[in-house]
């Protein structure tokens, strides 16, 4: 993929641009078998490789220059605008709705926030976009004073922009490099945006994480039901489930109780929960679940380290998707000392942490591993394993 952004040296946020994909992926499998060779991985999968550009669901975009001549995209080191209103990894959703929101940052009148002098108003634009091609929109302001407008003038938004269906105002009123502030304000009717994968639909709030990348998304959390469908585990926890992606996968997602045709783990067999720290995420999977009828999966908002230390028992399978930090020393050590957990599948999007985490947790082999590629043409990747206690 060429970018001419990159090539004038005005974003260079993807590192490896320019570089041939298969040499992009087969340098990410490689570092991960090196990382990993220690542990003896039973089995390496292929790779799975994503498309080069349009990947990502997820658009956050730093707002510069005038009301009148808005950038979309980042800020120089001077902290001026550079306009990425084409940026060719975004979705073309994206790219669709940026000149869009650029018109209505004018009529609505929303000055860009100025870094330097510390005054104005709108610092960052969150647009993602679902797999159906509906967007939510959010729009991260200093101050509650646009607010007045942006209601004014959402009618003409949603008219040019009808694919638009959850917008929002997120505050964020320090002064700080962070993306968006605590506090959000929902203007459409509509407060959650489905995100369709597999069988399964998830409801995305508008202060949710959702993985980055719809389809190399999808088919991790396929893997995952794929590697525990033969385990039939009859209890399970995912730790850092977010919205609850692998939990509602590995509770048969859209496959009614007791009905197993589609592939899915049946519900009426294993107790899954749960657990993040995000109160918004587990409202969304809370939501998710209910409409998927699945009555022996729940979510909790909680600290995975400190619920799992607090457990009475534990279950036959955690599941953990953790930061970039792993899932730490404590955890690792409950993990190595729990002898009735039999299996961990661990989905890493640091394998240097993942090789840390797993030096902690010598008592467990992993059987297979697979690289998914998240993030083209940077040299971050996802990858998952499977883990069976000796």
């Given amino acids: 993929m060429d970018c001419g952004y990159f090539d004038a040296g005005r974003c260079t946020s993807c590192a490896l641009m320019g570089q041939p994909y298969p040499d992009q992926l087969a340098a990410k499998q490689a570092h991960a078998e090196q990382l990993l060779a220690p542990f003896g991985v039973g089995a390496w999968h292929p790779p799975v490789a994503s498309g080069e550009r349009d990947y990502r669901n997820k658009a956050k975009m730093v707002v510069g220059g005038t009301v009148d001549a808005p950038t979309i995209g980042i800020l120089d080191a001077d902290g001026h605008g550079v306009d990425l209103q084409a940026c060719g990894i975004c979705s073309p959703g994206h790219r669709a709705a940026f000149p869009v929101l650029a018109r209505f940052i004018t009529l609505a009148r929303i000055a860009p926030y100025d870094v330097a002098a510390r005054r104005g108003e709108l610092k960052h634009l969150i647009v993602t976009e679902s797999p159906d091609g509906e967007l939510m929109v959010r729009f ?16 003409a938004l949603l008219a040019e922009l009808p694919q638009a269906r959850v917008v929002t105002v997120n505050l964020l009123p320090e002064h700080k490099a962070v993306l968006e502030g605590e506090s959000e304000l929902v203007l459409t009717e509509q407060e959650t945006l489905p995100m369709r994968l597999n069988d399964v639909t998830m409801h995305l709030r508008p ?29 399970a926890w995912d730790l850092y489930s977010g919205v609850g992606g692998f939990a509602l996968h590995l509770a048969g997602g859209g496959v009614e109780d007791g009905d197993t045709e589609n592939g899915g783990v049946e519900n009426g067999g294993v107790e899954i929960t749960g657990i993040e720290t995000s109160v918004e995420a587990v409202a969304s999977a809370e939501l998710s679940r209910t409409d998927a009828a699945l009555s022996r999966l729940r979510f909790a908002a909680g600290d995975a380290t400190e619920f799992a230390l607090a457990a009475a028992s534990a279950p036959d399978l955690v599941v953990v998707n953790p930061p970039r930090r792993g899932i730490g020393a404590e955890l690792a050590a409950w993990l190595e000392q729990r002898e009735d957990v039999s299996h961990v599948l661990y989905s890493s999007c640091n394998a240097a942490s993942l090789a840390k985490d797993l030096r902690a947790m010598p008592s467990y082999r992993p059987l297979r591993a697979r690289v998914f590629d998240m993030f083209p043409q940077t040299s971050h990747f996802e990858v998952m394993v499977l883990l069976e206690r000796r």
């Fill in 140 to 155: 991260v302001l200093r101050s509650t004073e646009p607010v007045a407008r942006i209601r004014k003038h959402l009618p």
């Fill in 207 to 235: 202060q949710s994480f959702f993985q980055t990348n719809t389809a190399i998304a999808a088919a991790l959390y396929a893997e995952a039901r794929d590697w525990i469908r033969g385990l039939a585990p009859d209890s």
